[in-house]
């Protein structure tokens, strides 16, 4: 624990004793610069409904703050005003879809689905699902209520020493990771299609910046710094399920591309077909996102063991070979020694298969030696 410990930044014991409030407008933005949705090619102010902090939805959902986008939606903080007088403030996340996003109808069948196959499997508690549901106020805006996060792991690693995780919290974080698998595949015949370390979230008073874009409609920068860390017992959880795919019978395969292109599983880029395993292979590639020396596991083989040779059975080969380094998945692991540097590429091993038939099963992932808490 006190290696634990010793990977936290210091941070000032004055915290603020309200955590959500609704900022004040800050300074303009300079108009000349995009912020947050306008990066996106495909930003149109006609698709997106122009919320803002003060705003009431629902006649419920009171907007406090920004806090993320995307290229077909926003994600806010606001109050749920149906409470007793008495009773704390409830704070959730909307996230509000364009008027052009198909995907909302989906992602909200998908998830009501996770939300009621086993509530009792452990993995349940590890994936975040729908609150509430409703239409904007101009009927085509599909609004998603959630209950609030901290922040996605690619921002949560960096309140540690050089963006570094220690590693027990690595090792909880993929046990954990791979309970919420294993409730997908299993329980829920759904693969997620989209593990990157966005979605995945940690379990949160400055001015909200803000700008006017071209025709008018304000934009407002999201807040997504929640402050220090406070403890290391926030349990990540699987967000988002606008692709995920639900696969209902043992035979069903997806045929479509899926899948980061850096995470593609190999039966996703030949086009064979593809079930839960393409969710192994992405998480175990996942945990390499930053260690520029990985490669893939050696070189692709036939089923009888023979290396591919030709250019039907191998995607290509390169004019000069010698000038590629001759690196392996072993030694890119100099941060670990001995058993547990052993234990750490028998885990992987079983991940990073070539062959998705002989992936292990996320369940069976979750109980490897490598990812048990140390006595």
């Not at 004793?17 to 090619?41: A, M, N, Q, T």
């Not at 949560?156 to 590693?167: A, E």
């Not at 028998?346 to 038939?357: A, I, P, R, T």
Request: proline fraction near 8%.
């Amino acid at each position: 624990m006190s290696s634990l410990r010793s990977s936290l930044p210091r941070f000032s014991p004055l915290l603020c004793k309200r955590l959500f409030s609704i900022p004040s407008h800050g300074p303009p933005s300079p108009p000349g610069i995009l912020v947050d949705e306008e990066i996106s090619p495909f930003y149109n102010t006609k698709c997106l409904y122009p919320a803002k902090p003060g705003e009431v939805l629902a006649d419920r959902y009171h907007i406090v703050v920004k806090v993320g986008w995307g290229v077909s939606s926003t994600a806010w903080l606001a109050l749920d005003l149906q409470r007793h007088i008495e009773e704390p403030e409830t704070i959730v996340a909307l996230k509000i879809a364009n008027n052009n996003a198909h995907y909302a109808g989906h992602e909200r069948e998908v998830e009501e689905h996770i939300s009621t196959a086993d509530p009792s499997h452990r993995g349940r508690s590890l994936i975040r699902t729908l609150l509430n549901s409703f239409q904007g106020p101009e009927g085509s805006h599909s609004c998603l209520v959630y209950p609030p996060l901290r922040e996605p792991l690619s921002r949560y690693q960096q309140h540690f020493v050089d963006g570094r995780m220690p590693l027990p919290l690595i090792k909880s974080y993929i046990r954990t990771l791979l309970s919420g698998l294993d409730y997908l595949h299993q329980e829920c015949r759904v693969v997620h299609t989209d593990l990157k370390l966005e979605n995945i979230m940690s379990q949160l008073a400055r001015p909200m910046a803000s700008k006017i874009d071209s025709t008018g409609r304000p934009v407002y920068q999201s807040r997504n710094v929640f402050g220090p860390l406070k403890s290391l017992k926030s349990i990540p959880q699987l967000v988002d399920f606008g692709l995920a795919t639900r696969l209902a019978e043992d035979d069903d395969w997806g045929i479509w591309p899926i899948q980061p292109d850096h995470y593609r599983a190999p039966e996703v880029i030949l086009g064979i077909g593809w079930q839960m395993p393409a969710d192994i292979w992405n998480l175990g590639v996942l945990r390499y996102q930053s260690m520029r020396e990985f490669s893939l596991p050696g070189p692709l083989r036939r089923e009888d063991g023979r290396v591919c040779e030709t250019a039907e059975e191998y995607f290509c080969r390169f004019l000069y070979e010698d000038l590629i380094p001759d690196r392996r998945l072993g030694d890119t692991v100099s941060f670990l020694q001995g058993e547990e540097r052993e234990a750490f590429l028998d885990l992987v091993g079983k991940m990073l298969l070539w062959n998705h038939n002989y992936r292990r099963l996320a369940g069976e992932l979750a109980g490897h030696p490598f990812l048990q808490p140390q006595n």
